[in-house]
């Protein structure tokens, strides 16, 4: 099996920044594409970032700018580093990676979730 272990997510003032880190370990053949996304209460998860394994990036209009993307492929491990945060940007905040497995065929994989709150 395959997980998505996220961190990094807290409570911070708007204009500060926040680290996102996803880890994705267990039965992996290789990591693909791996983005970040956001879901606020009551709203759709949304798209943040992503990033191909050979390092295109791709953001949300909203982000452009503040938050950077990066991966780091021998470890498996995307970050997202966010900085001029907003109130609006309070939301949970999801990894996702297309993985190939050892035991079965490509498919997504979601972390459990990370949230990341910004006072005004």
């Known amino acids: 099996q395959v997980q998505l272990v996220e961190s990094g997510g807290g409570l911070v003032q708007a204009g500060g920044s926040l680290r996102l880190s996803c880890v994705a370990s267990g039965s992996i053949f290789s990591v693909n594409d791996m983005g970040w996304y956001r879901q606020a209460p009551g709203k759709q998860r949304d798209l943040v970032a992503t990033i191909s394994r050979s390092g295109n990036t791709d953001y949300a209009d909203s982000v452009k700018g503040r938050f950077t993307i990066s991966r780091d492929n021998a470890k498996d491990t995307v970050y997202l580093q966010m900085n001029s945060l907003k109130p609006e940007d309070t939301a949970a905040y999801y990894c996702?990676?297309?993985?190939?497995?050892?035991?079965?065929?490509?498919?997504?994989?979601w972390g459990q979730g990370t949230q990341v709150t910004v006072s005004s």
């Open positions: 996702n990676a297309a993985v190939k497995s050892r035991l079965g065929p490509a498919r997504d994989y």
